[in-house]
């Protein structure tokens, strides 16, 4: 069994363009949000069989973004953890994303190929937060 999943996805969109309002007030994704799903989740579903990421069940799992934007116009890079959260839950790396711990590493330009590598890894040792309030 794999200690950690490494993935290299297409860009993730912004939680902004990947949902639309429907004549009748419902929301549902864009074609754009559709088409990354579909690839993201093929990709994945690749990298566990690959690298043998046995899914977790009621485990929190830290997952280390790095995002590679195409140009320097602002963003946010937690305005798409959501969309990733959902995906890696739906190709079935955990079982449910509230057991998902989003930690943004950093984010750099790379025009010629942006893209959100992810790194899957178990909560485990050392991931502990440790309280600054002092205990009485």
């Known amino acids: ?20 309002t429907t004549k009748y007030g419902g929301r549902v994704r864009t074609k754009k949000a559709r ?3 579909d690839e993201a989740e ?3 579903k690749l ?15 830290v997952l280390e973004i790095m995002t590679y934007f195409p140009d320097r116009r ?7 953890s959501k969309a990733l959260c959902d ?3 739906h190709a079935r790396v955990y079982d449910n994303d509230r057991y998902a711990l989003p930690r943004y590493i950093d984010y750099a330009i790379d025009r010629e190929h942006p ?22």
Not at 47 to 61: D, H, L, N, S, Y
Not at 74 to 80: A, E, G, I, L, P
Not at 116 to 128: N, Q
Request: net charge negative.
């Open 74 to 80: 602002k963003r946010d890079v937690n305005n798409s």
């Open 87 to 89: 995906m890696l839950e």
């Open 1 to 20: 069994m794999a200690d950690r999943l490494h993935l290299v996805l297409p860009l993730v969109p912004s939680v902004n363009s990947m949902y639309m």
């Open 35 to 37: 088409d990354w799903f």
């Open 115 to 136: 893209r959100t590598e992810v790194v899957v890894r178990r909560f485990g040792e050392g991931d502990e937060w440790k309280t600054m309030i002092p205990h009485a």
């Open 42 to 44: 093929r990709i994945t």
């Open 47 to 61: 990298a566990i069989v690959e690298q043998g990421w046995q899914p977790t069940i009621g485990e929190k799992v």
